[in-house]
């Protein structure tokens, strides 16, 4: 079931909050917790309209604050100050924490109030895609010819797709009604929209009407009677410039009547018409110019039984009319006239059961860097883990220490001269009173780790006083820490070899049992969704049954991480097309992997040998192996060795524009995970959650 959907707009007054309204009822009918977001309001000032109307209309409890992302203002900030990511974080992070309290949430996309069409367009698009939602576009047919209106639908549609969005319709709203029907046809005549659901609404001009009470709100008028006639809509306004006979030849139902204050004929004229039986009632007057009837009108006006409400406003008339012209009325939550119309035509102009039927079985497979980046450390945070840190005296772990205790990832230890770490932090100013420091040659258990250490490696000759050397490396001791229980996982290499984070793993940790090698996979997220690469940082040239093994522990990664295993063994050659010792080999070691898969009870989808196109991209997939269950769809790609694995990754790294997280290491009986020596804050802080998640698997009940 889809647990999401973003709603945004292609301009302004497309009539975007109709259909959220229209969306919402229809999902309040199946899903008892249905949420309301908006990532980006408009100011914080005062509260948002759309927030407004949804909490009051369906009840909806939630603090008023934990209902949007930030303001446009903050968003901007962030923006000039060279922080955009800033802002999808936060709003990511808001978002999630709402979805923890609901079964469903509509975002609403911003208004279009403050930029231009295309900016505003990309920023839902990347919003939408960062929250993993999948889109209903609304587009604005107001004022348009055909032609125009499904051009503008049709430009909206490939930009989304572009952008790698999932989209699951369009709704056309404020068409002319004699235009809707073709536009509708037009567009479900597209192939690019042939598979999605595409709706039409003509305009009803009722709709668009504002209350007299949104009239007084815009003008900042002064209510001098008939407060409880300020729901009453206006359908026209005239200005009563006039004499009386000509004024009330051009006055009808729902008029406001525009006049100076000082008119009192017209205004005795205009209760007369709404006594009358023969003339219909107006909505209401506003009299201009600062000037009032004095109080023998006001009381006829306000003891009238056919009254209405009178506004006051200093302005001269011309220019309140004109600001009368431009006001956009909203839908207020106590306007149930109008909602009740607005219901009527989203029910009869939208296949409900369709849309119902979409909505709660779409599940967009986007999943962007920052929202795998956010999830695993909330992933991490879900059951703590003890991390150490052997590193302890570098600033990049200290900076990465900080964020970690701040956010409550995992508990710290770092290794190394307390008095100098204590100095550094002090210098750089960091908060790190939680931190445990350690340093390893005068470390308490430094004779127990160094006594254990040589049980296990007397046997290739180490003598008792090379154990007590060894022990008092900062990896062999961090190492000991996680084989002993002390700590859950390890992360070195900002300033060691791989090699030097691998070797006391290897020698004290040891791997899994029947598992004969120790592997790795990166994390590549790419715009749209998150891959498996292994390994392509540790075995330079794996035979088959060591490539089969790489294959398995690389989905049962993935698996770790959330992302579904589709394994494919990659090669030069798809499928049997190919021959020669490099193909042989993927091809044992695809069936050593099916085998293995099978023993186990896996139920994996293995292909190989398979290129990498026909592993990945469904259109080629078809012509080279229309058949398989993988071609296309895969998620995890084995490469055949470290030459090829290690700079496919950082092609697509660097071309792609990539995050590659990793390299994460598998095959050991507890989580070690090694940094590059170039990595930045962000990769320590995201190293430690992976850890931190590996070693939450690792004590997790076997299925």
């Not at 572009?162 to 709704?171: H, N, W």
Request: net charge neutral; glycine share 6%.
């Amino acid at each position: 079931m889809s647990d999401s959907l973003y709603i945004t707009g292609t301009e302004a007054r497309s009539g975007k909050s109709a259909i959220v309204l229209g969306v919402m009822e229809l999902l309040h009918r199946k899903i008892s917790r249905v949420g309301f977001f908006r990532p980006i309001i408009s100011g914080l000032q005062e509260r948002d309209s759309n927030i407004h109307l949804i909490a009051t209309h369906f009840g909806i409890t939630t603090p008023y604050e934990k209902m949007y992302g930030c303001s446009a203002k903050e968003a901007t900030d962030l923006a000039s100050e060279g922080k955009p990511m800033e802002v999808i974080e936060g709003i990511i992070k808001k978002y999630n924490e709402l979805k923890e309290t609901c079964d469903f949430i509509v975002c609403d996309g911003t208004n279009y109030a403050a930029s231009t069409a295309a900016f505003e367009f990309d920023i839902n698009a990347e919003i939408s895609k960062n929250l993993s939602c999948p889109v209903l576009l609304v587009a604005n047919g107001c004022g348009k010819e055909t032609r125009e209106t499904v051009r503008s639908v049709e430009v909206a549609l490939e930009s989304l797709q572009d952008k790698k969005c999932q989209t699951i319709g369009a709704v056309i709203n404020r068409t002319a009604p004699n235009q809707t029907e073709e536009i509708v046809r037009r567009l479900r005549g597209n192939p690019q929209a042939a598979s999605l659901l595409i709706y039409g609404i003509p305009e009803n001009p009722a709709l668009g009407r504002p209350t007299i009470g949104e009239v007084a709100r815009a003008l900042k008028a002064e209510v001098l009677c008939g407060e409880k006639w300020l729901s009453l809509h206006v359908s026209s306004f005239t200005i009563g410039a006039m004499q009386i006979q000509n004024l009330l030849k051009r006055i009808q139902r729902g008029s406001l009547v525009i006049t100076a204050g000082d008119r009192t004929d017209v205004i005795v004229a205009c209760l007369a018409a709404g006594a009358s039986t023969s003339r219909q009632n107006i909505a209401g007057m506003v009299l201009t110019g600062g000037l009032k009837p004095d109080d023998t009108i006001l009381d006829l006006l306000a003891t009238s039984p056919r009254t209405f409400p009178v506004l006051s406003v200093p302005e001269d008339t011309f220019p309140v009319a004109r600001r009368v012209n431009r006001i956009h009325t909203k839908i207020s939550p106590d306007d149930d006239r109008k909602i009740t119309q607005l219901f009527a035509l989203f029910e009869k102009h939208i296949n409900t059961a369709e849309l119902e039927r979409e909505l709660v079985t779409t599940r967009t497979a986007i999943v962007t860097p920052k929202m795998f980046e956010y999830n695993l450390i909330q992933r991490a945070k879900t059951k703590k883990q003890h991390i150490v840190l052997p590193e302890g005296d570098e600033e990049r772990i200290l900076r990465a220490a900080e964020i970690l205790l701040q956010r409550e990832v995992a508990d710290i230890t770092l290794l190394g001269p307390a008095d100098s770490i204590k100095e550094k932090i002090t210098h750089l100013g960091l908060r790190l009173s939680r931190v445990q420091i350690i340093d390893p040659n005068s470390a308490p258990r430094l004779a127990e780790y160094a006594e254990n250490y040589y049980e296990l490696r007397k046997h290739k000759g180490i003598t008792e006083e090379n154990a007590w050397d060894m022990i008092k490396g900062r990896n062999f001791f961090a190492t000991m820490m996680v084989r002993e229980g002390h700590a859950n996982g390890m992360v070195s290499g900002a300033v060691h070899s791989t090699a030097d984070t691998i070797r006391p793993a290897l020698q004290i940790i040891r791997t899994k049992p029947g598992v004969s090698l120790v592997s790795s996979v990166f994390l590549m997220c790419l715009e749209d969704r998150v891959l498996v690469y292994g390994d392509c940082a540790v075995n330079p040239d794996p035979n088959a049954d060591q490539l089969a093994e790489i294959a398995i522990s690389s989905a049962e990664t993935a698996l770790t991480f959330g992302i579904a295993p589709t394994v494919a063994l990659l090669s030069y050659s798809t499928g049997g097309s190919g021959t020669g010792a490099d193909v042989d080999k993927v091809r044992e070691a695809t069936r050593i992997a099916k085998e293995i898969a099978r023993k186990q009870g896996l139920q994996l989808k293995i292909e190989g040998p398979i290129q990498y196109d026909a592993a990945v991209d469904a259109a080629v997939a078809k012509t080279k192996l229309p058949d398989s269950e993988v071609a296309g769809k895969a998620t995890v790609f084995i490469f055949p060795d470290l030459n090829t694995g290690n700079n496919t990754y950082k092609a697509v790294q660097r071309s792609a524009g990539a995050v590659a997280i990793g390299p994460v290491l598998q095959g050991l009986r507890h989580p070690v995970n090694d940094l590059s020596r170039g990595c930045t804050v962000p990769d320590i802080v995201n190293t430690v959650a992976i850890t931190a998640i590996q070693a939450q698997a690792e004590q997790e009940p076997p299925h």
